[in-house]
């Protein structure tokens, strides 16, 4: 498994019935494949994974399989309620014929750090998959610190990358100090994606490459060998729309700008609901000024 490079963790299309829409999930496969990105993350946060089914978070993982046809690693995001469910979910994730899997802290589960540390090491001992640790102590209220990662890693020899979405890119350079190459460190909030890779992240688990993947793809590829001028530029077209990766209605204003930018289906599952005129009116300003400011990108 080779988890360098833009993985994008992909929004999760609905039918006006509410189920997922296999269709447009080809299509978005197909664009960010042509983009030249390197794997793809179904089911994570981003792909509402918190209300997607125990079988349509496996059988969108099976899809996503048998669409790239192993052009791409399919790495769906493995996290349930409990740990059995979630290692029911990793070893149905590699029957479907998963490339690799990203282990999230339990929903809702607000104990302490080494009851999730033992849960996180319970679902990763469950399969021979490798795997991808996922720090986000925001969202799921424990925070894998660098000697934690560090521990999972010397005893589960499958653990080869860790994700840091804390925001704090001084995360990256402690895990690189605590692990050398042990591990390949990726970013996992878009915001700070330069401040990652100059930090040592060699991956990006992305969330706006589903509405601009060519511009993601060159803004990483220009971070990680890229000029100082031309990187700065786009990131700075970029950054307004980034920022919208880390606000609490993420998914929604993602889907949104997927919406206004390539006429995709802006539809959430509810408890999530569209956004209200407020935020819908300030994201559609963002990308009228994004599409009219667009950088023209080398074929």
Not at 19 to 44: N, T, Y
Request: glycine share 8%.
């Amino acid at each position: 498994m080779n988890w360098e490079g833009v993985l994008p963790a992909i929004t999760t299309p609905f039918t006006p019935a509410g189920s997922v829409d296999e269709d447009a999930c080809a299509k978005k496969l197909d664009r960010l494949e042509k983009a030249g990105c390197r794997g793809i993350v179904p089911g994570g946060s981003l792909g509402e994974g918190t209300t997607l089914s125990f079988d349509e978070k496996t059988q969108l993982t099976a899809f996503c399989v048998r669409h790239l046809d192993g052009r791409l690693p399919v790495i769906p995001g493995i996290a349930a309620a409990s740990t059995k469910e979630a290692v029911r979910l990793a070893r149905a994730a590699a029957e479907a014929g998963a490339t690799g899997l990203m282990v999230l802290p339990p929903y809702l589960h607000r104990g302490p750090v080494e009851e999730v540390t033992l849960h996180i090491e319970d679902v990763v001992a469950s399969t021979p998959l490798p795997c991808m640790l996922y720090n986000n102590p925001a969202a799921y209220g424990a925070d894998l610190t660098p000697d934690i990662v560090a521990r999972l890693a010397a005893r589960h020899p499958n653990v080869e990358a860790v994700k840091d979405s804390s925001g704090d890119v001084r995360r990256l350079t402690a895990l690189e100090a605590e692990l050398g190459d042990r591990l390949t460190l990726l970013v996992g909030l878009d915001d700070v994606l330069v401040e990652g890779v100059r930090a040592g992240a060699r991956g990006w688990v992305a969330g706006l490459v589903n509405a601009f993947p060519r511009e993601s793809v060159a803004l990483f590829e220009a971070a990680r060998t890229g000029s100082e001028e031309t990187t700065r530029a786009l990131y700075a077209w970029f950054l307004p729309l980034l920022r919208l990766d880390t606000e609490p209605e993420f998914v929604q204003l993602i889907k949104q700008v997927e919406a206004l930018v390539l006429g995709e289906s802006a539809a959430v599952r509810a408890p999530r609901r569209p956004l209200q005129p407020s935020p819908l009116r300030r994201v559609t300003s963002l990308v009228e000024t994004a599409l009219r400011t667009r950088p023209e990108l080398k074929p």
